[in-house]
């Protein structure tokens, strides 16, 4: 059996945690004690910024995976890690992240580096208006972004983004938003999902359908994107990449070195979910079919709705971290068949996205 580390023990260490049931894989997470991951496997407590304590930690399993990529590459390297910390290293850094995309000849947004006001008066010209200032490490869920509208607007997106290192990006205009979720395992083995569309509401992930209805040939130009990435990093585990969909373009957005708040519906929408995919591409094991039925998920954000209330809809799946209830924190999320319109959007309104 391989004991696998996970650096995090948050609702996406929880959930690889599930998966590793079905497998023979030993999980232990490193994280605090009350971390959600506790309720299905071991959380030992350790302090993700120190790195002789991961190191100890590492010690103890066969290899560490990641559940978050905002950890210091200076504690990952070094590590039995999958991914491997060259690609935990540019997907946790806007800037070498976007011209990563660039060299690999995907498209991205207009883009600047931004390290004074200076800078950023200078980056207004070359990207245009609007645009967002973005932390170039650290920001999830929208936090770390200001958008700028005018050229006088960049003296106080500077004080509020903290005058650290941005990136700032133009805005673009898109017809959909979609994320392409991959796995690659150790001998080079690449299986796809279906592309997914995603609803965000205050930079907040609310919806995820999957298939993006409108993806003809936009599903093979993922792929390849994807396939040029994973190869180029020799990625093993998997790989998320948000695009904006421009007619029959896409452009990246980001990606994310790990499992994504998109890919929850593979639990029960598809014959192996991305957290099955990940522990067998890392464990070196063979992938899993990722066929898949027509699935949407909703995020419960700040509140869980109660057991009796989601009873009364037994075509929905729930999930709850077990976290406690705070404004704008992913607590859980429901999943349904998307032939469910009707309870999908009653769902939709009683969470508040619609
Ligand atoms: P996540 O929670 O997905 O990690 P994040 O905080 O890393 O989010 P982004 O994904 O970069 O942030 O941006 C959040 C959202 O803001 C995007 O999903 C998109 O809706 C919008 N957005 C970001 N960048 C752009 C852009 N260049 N043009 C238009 N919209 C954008
Ligand atoms: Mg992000
Ligand atoms: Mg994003």
């Known amino acids: 059996r ?4 996970i650096l995090g023990a ?31 496997a071991p959380v030992v407590a350790v302090d993700l910024d120190d790195a002789a304590a991961v190191a100890a930690f590492a010690a103890q399993v066969d290899l ?10 200076t504690v990952l390297h070094g590590l039995n890690l999958y991914p491997n910390a060259r690609a935990v290293g540019i997907a946790q850094d806007r800037l ?38 973005k932390t170039r490490r650290m920001g999830y869920d929208g936090k770390g972004q200001v958008r700028l509208h005018r050229p006088e607007d960049a003296a106080a997106a500077w004080e509020e983004i903290g005058r650290v290192s941005c990136i700032l990006e133009g805005m673009l205009r898109f017809d959909a938003e979609v994320s392409l979720i991959a796995a690659r395992g150790r001998t080079g083995q690449i299986v796809f999902y279906p592309l997914i569309e995603n ?13 993006y209805a409108h993806a003809s040939t936009l599903q093979a130009q ?8 994973l190869e180029e990093l020799d990625y093993v585990g998997v790989l998320a990449i948000e695009f904006f969909v421009q007619g029959d373009t896409l452009r990246a957005n980001e990606m994310a070195p790990r499992v994504h708040n998109s890919g929850h519906w593979t639990i029960e929408g598809s014959k192996t979910s991305q957290f099955e995919n990940h522990l067998r591409a890392i464990a070196g094991m063979e992938l899993g079919s990722t066929e898949s039925r027509p699935t949407v ?16 809809f037994p075509v929905l799946f729930r999930h709850d971290y077990g976290k ?31």
């Open 2 to 5: 391989t004991r696998i580390g």
């Open 96 to 133: 070498p992240e976007k011209s990563f995309f660039q060299v690999c000849g995907i498209g991205t947004a207009p883009f600047a580096p931004v390290d004074s006001l200076q800078d950023l008066e200078r980056a207004i010209v070359s990207t245009g208006l609007p645009a967002i200032l």
């Open 199 to 211: 609803h965000h509401r205050d930079g907040i992930l609310r919806t995820s359908i999957a298939p």
């Open 297 to 312: 998920m909703l995020n419960c954000i700040g509140m869980m709705p109660s057991v009796e209330e989601t009873a009364q």
């Open 64 to 73: 560490v995976t990641i559940e978050s990529e905002n950890i210091d590459a």
């Open 222 to 229: 993922a792929e390849a994107y994807m396939t040029k990435i």
């Open 324 to 354: 406690e209830s705070r404004p704008g924190r992913k607590v859980g999320h429901l999943t349904c068949a998307a032939s469910e319109t009707t309870v999908i959007a009653e769902w939709q309104r009683r969470l508040g996205q619609i």
């Open 10 to 40: 948050g609702q996406l260490a929880l959930m690889l945690a599930e998966a590793g049931r079905r497998l023979d894989v030993d999980i232990i997470c490193a994280g605090q004690p009350g971390d959600c991951a506790e309720q299905v």
